[in-house]
T-cell receptor, first 114, second 115 residues
Framework: GAVVSQHPSWVICKSGTSVKIECRSLDFQATTMFWYRQFPKQSLMLMATSNEGSKATYEQGVEKDKFLINHASLTLSTLTVTSAHPEDSSFYIC??????????FGPGTRLTVL | AQSVTQPDIHITVSEGASLELRCNYSYGATPYLFWYVQSPGQGLQLLLKYFSGDTLVQGIKGFEAEFKRSQSSFNLRKPSVHWSDAAEYFCAVGAPLTSGSRLTFGEGTQLTVNP
């Protein structure tokens, strides 16, 4: 149990385009989902926290207009990187948390912006 | 503010040897502690967690961790390491068991296993 999926697993896009990443909890209802960014050989950096049906809470320094987060249902959250640039290239990981509080992580999405 | 320190950036052990990964935390109340493992290019997999009760917790893949409040530590151990254990290990501390509680991660410890 507690499986979280992400799609796509990797994506390459041109600078200036937008990319959407999906995060799904497959076998539980996720009242809260988290989006992280991870640079090579570094720890996870929390970008934002989203609760189903509410606006996401962004961490300081994260541009909410650039990283759009939608949490429309208890099993799906999406992260859209708008007008992507090479510096947005990174590994993006989502996690989902149910009522128990433990976060279960997705497999991550590798974004490369050319 | 909560924080997590993993003093060892990189550890190398021989296959079959015992392993201990250190984790120290700072938290104002009763901590909720986690160990996750990450293989290259993958997400994080939960190894074990401590919420309350017995301070020695058992996890998956033969791992265990011991919560020591007096030392603010939550070290991860395994009696005999397998080559497949080579990965990045993250310790994390969180707020009480609510859905929205965020985690604070340590910087991670890279484990290399020699044959």
């Amino acid at each position: 149990g507690a499986v979280v999926s992400q799609h796509p697993s990797w994506v390459i896009c041109k600078s200036g385009t937008s990319v959407k990443i999906e995060c799904r909890s497959l076998d539980f209802q996720a009242t809260t989902m988290f989006w992280y960014r991870q640079f090579p050989k570094q720890s996870l950096m929390l970008m934002a926290t989203s609760n189903e049906g509410s606006k996401a809470t962004y961490e300081q320094g994260v541009e909410k207009d650039k990283f759009l987060i939608n949490h429309a249902s208890l099993t799906l959250s999406t992260l859209t990187v708008t007008s992507a640039h090479p510096e947005d290239s990174s590994f993006y990981i989502c996690s989902a948390s149910g009522t128990g509080g433990t976060q279960y992580f997705g497999p991550g999405t590798r974004l490369t912006v050319l | 503010a909560q924080s997590v320190t993993q003093p060892d950036i990189h550890i190398t052990v021989s296959e079959g040897a015992s392993l201990e990964l250190r984790c120290n935390y700072s938290y104002g109340a009763t901590p909720y502690l986690f160990w996750y493992v990450q293989s290259p290019g993958q997400g994080l997999q939960l190894l074990l967690k401590y919420f309350s009760g017995d301070t020695l917790v058992q996890g998956i893949k033969g791992f265990e961790a011991e919560f020591k409040r007096s030392q603010s530590s939550f070290n991860l151990r395994k009696p005999s390491v397998h080559w497949s254990d080579a990965a990045e290990y993250f310790c994390a501390v969180g707020a009480p068991l609510t859905s929205g509680s965020r985690l604070t991660f340590g910087e991670g410890t890279q484990l290399t296993v020699n044959p």
